[in-house]
């Protein structure tokens, strides 16, 4: 599936407005990006397997490791537009994924387990 940066842009927009209200809280200081795929150096940040496809990234510092941490500039998810459109076949199919991979980079902001997310109807 292949769609116009513009329409992807709104298909984040959307899967955003429709996260739960637990999720969407967190996002305080966190801007989402969108990119078409991770530069190198995104790549040598991350321990991926060969067959995983990074989808999303989140850089910053996560809540659980901050200390005095105020006056900063906001951390940062970056989506990855063409291995999320590769990944799916439908635009309903592309909007779960990305709301998936938003709330997976969110977990790493804040700290939240895999039962935190299975929880929250995110597993």
């Known amino acids: ?3 116009t940066r513009r329409a992807f842009r709104r298909l984040v927009q959307q899967a955003i407005a429709e996260l739960h209200p637990e999720v969407l809280q967190v996002l305080d200081n966190v801007a989402i990006v969108v990119e078409d ?3 190198p150096e995104q790549l040598g940040r991350v321990d991926l397997d060969e067959q995983v496809t990074l989808l999303g990234l989140y850089e910053g ?3 659980t ?3 005095g941490y105020n006056m900063v500039l906001p ?3 970056t989506l990855f537009r063409r291995p999320l459109e590769a990944a799916t076949s439908s635009s ?3 909007k779960e994924e990305i709301k998936t991979t ?6 790493h902001h ?3 387990s895999d039962a935190d997310l299975e929880q929250l109807g995110y597993a």
Do not use: N, Y
């Not at 938003?102 to 977990?107: G, T």
């Open 61 to 63: 510092i996560p809540l």
């Open 65 to 67: 490791e901050r200390a």
């Open 1 to 3: 599936m292949r769609l």
């Open 102 to 107: 938003i709330v997976h980079e969110i977990a």
């Open 37 to 39: 795929t991770p530069t």
């Open 92 to 94: 309903g199919e592309l």
């Open 110 to 112: 804040v700290g939240w």
């Open 75 to 77: 951390d940062k998810i």
